[in-house]
Structure formats: C-alpha cells, structure tokens
C-alpha cells in the first residue's frame, strides 16, 4: 500500500472549513484514498473515501487531485466535536483481506 | 453507533495472567479484524479473520491469539500479559469485498499492573 504524508497538527476556527491535505505521491491506478479518524481514545470512524472523482457525503468532501497524488479532506463548518487525529490511509478497495495501515495522522484541534 | 460491540470495556488484570477479549461485529459483516493502539505505537493491526478463517496476520505476538466463531463474533486472548501489554483493543469489522471500509468498536482499554 501507498505511503502517506499529512501534517502533524491543525488548528480550525469553529464555524470554519476545516481543510485537512494528504500526500501519496506514489499511490497506484487501483489504489483508493480512504480517510478516518479518531476522537480521544475512541475507535476510529471511517469518513469517506475515493478513487480520483471528488466525493461528498454527509460529513465531509474529499477533493482529489488530478494527478492522485494528493487529496484534501473538507469539513465544511468545523465544529469543537470534529476535534480529532483524521487519518489519510491508501489502499485497494475492497476484496477480503487486509488491514488499514495508519499512520500518525493529523490532529486536529476547533477552536472556539 | 457503529454497529460493534466490544467487551469488556476496561480489563484491570496482573503479570503473568491471561484475558479474553469480545467482539461482536455488524451484522452481516463477514470480516472482523483486531488493532492495538498503545502510547507509543499507534494503531497497530492484529489479525483479521473472514467468515471464521484467519484472513491475513500483523504484528501479533505468539503470547495473543484469536478466533472467529460460527455466528461471527470473535475472541482476542492474551496470555502470560506483560506490563506492555497495557493498550487499547479495538475490534473492526467490514463487508464482504469491503476491506477497505472498516467499522471500529469502542475499544477495551487493558490495564496490566
């Protein structure tokens, strides 16, 4: 699977979009980006994920780059509950087999 | 409420002892897979078992095992638990031909004094 790249930690005024960016300069033509993250020791929640169309869904937009080698994540009107570690993870999409691979992710904190 | 149900919630246990950690996935998901998630470490993978056979193995150590029984839930055991042992354990699981979309449980939080 890919490697990804996402800055160590963000800060978002309340109310704000949230843009979270991920590089995986060398993802593959079947590989899918994936994103989830993780509020304070809870389990991680899977938030969207893509192949190179953007995608939209009730809790975030994914913005893929032509090129696949980097995406951003858009939380549209952050809130103090979106304070989380978001994770960029690349991998192939479904089959049966096989874990996600994360990373440190980004950290994300709202601010008020 | 992702769907998976994880118990118990918080173990306290000693040295040397062994624990059995539950997991009972979504329903209808084939998949179940194991993570640890300590200080240091991150998230780390475990094992994954499919429709009740052992899927595909991480870093799990000889001491931790797991098995998938035939109404799909499934079972973390560590033995002889070592002081680093001490993580969170979460339990995921995903659909057929969905690896990639996994849902996590809340986790059991191990405590190894």
């Known amino acids: 699977d890919a490697k990804t790249t996402q800055p160590t930690s963000m800060d978002c005024a309340e109310g704000r979009a949230a843009n979270l960016p991920c590089n995986h300069s060398?993802?593959?033509?079947?590989?899918?980006v994936y994103w989830y993250r993780q509020i304070h020791s809870q389990g991680p929640q899977y938030i969207i994920h893509?192949?190179?169309n953007n995608e939209t869904n009730e809790m975030a937009s994914l913005i893929i780059t032509e090129d696949r080698k980097s995406s951003t994540l858009i939380l549209p009107h952050a809130t103090l509950r979106d304070t989380a570690v978001y994770y960029c993870?690349?991998?192939?999409?479904?089959?049966?087999?096989?874990?996600?691979?994360f990373g440190k992710g980004t950290k994300l904190s709202v601010k008020p | 409420d992702s769907g998976v149900t994880q118990t118990p919630k918080h173990l306290i246990t000693a040295t040397g002892q062994r624990v059995t950690l539950r997991c009972s996935p979504r329903?209808?998901?084939?998949?179940v897979y194991w993570y640890q998630q300590s200080l240091d470490q991150g998230l780390q993978f475990l094992i994954q078992?499919?429709?009740?056979?052992?899927?595909a193995k991480g870093n799990i150590l000889e001491r931790f095992s797991a098995q998938q029984f035939p109404d799909l839930h499934s079972e973390l055991n560590l033995s002889s638990l070592e002081l680093g042992d001490s993580a969170l354990y979460f339990c995921?699981?995903?659909?057929?031909?969905?690896?990639?979309?996994?849902?996590f449980g809340p986790g059991t939080r191990l405590t190894v004094l």
């Open positions: 995921a699981s995903s659909g057929y031909g969905r690896a990639g979309t996994q849902y």
């Open positions: 060398t993802i593959s033509g079947n590989e899918y």
């Open positions: 893509g192949l190179k």
């Open positions: 993870i690349v991998r192939n999409y479904g089959g049966s087999q096989g874990n996600l691979i």
């Open positions: 329903s209808g998901d084939l998949s």
């Open positions: 078992y499919y429709n009740g056979e052992e899927r």
